[in-house]
């Protein structure tokens, strides 16, 4: 069974940056990095493949967002510059492997007012 442990999140400013790391997202599985909102759906952000030979952004991330992995610590990353306050929100990790998903319980971005 994999357990996915997020960490990064936290209180921003506006173009601020946080980087975001997923623990437990071993190299036998496609990760990608979804959020949600506050009374909204939850979205794809980014998304790697096992090798890193592949990435998926979400339009909204395209330029902002880096996602990446390390094999190693069983960890993957997503780096996030020149936030927005549309940003906010619940970061979520999903490791997908065939049929099989796993999530994992979530990171808070909060924007400082």
């Known amino acids: 069974q994999v357990q996915l442990v997020e960490s990064g999140g936290g209180l921003v400013q506006p173009g601020g940056s946080l980087l975001l790391s997923c623990e437990g997202a071993?190299?036998?599985?496609?990760v990608g990095w979804h959020r949600q909102a506050p009374g909204k759906q939850r979205e794809l952000v980014a998304a790697?493949?096992?090798?890193?030979?592949?990435?998926n952004y979400a339009n909204f991330a395209k330029g902002r967002f880096t996602i990446s992995r390390d094999n190693a610590k069983n960890t993957v990353y997503l780096q996030m510059n020149n936030l927005k306050p549309a940003d906010t929100g619940t970061y979520y990790c999903?490791?997908?492997?065939?049929?099989?998903?796993?999530w994992g319980q979530g990171t808070q971005v909060t924007f400082a007012s």
């Open positions: 071993r190299g036998i599985f496609n």
């Open positions: 999903n490791a997908v492997r065939g049929a099989g998903s796993c």
């Open positions: 790697i493949t096992i090798g890193s030979t592949n990435f």
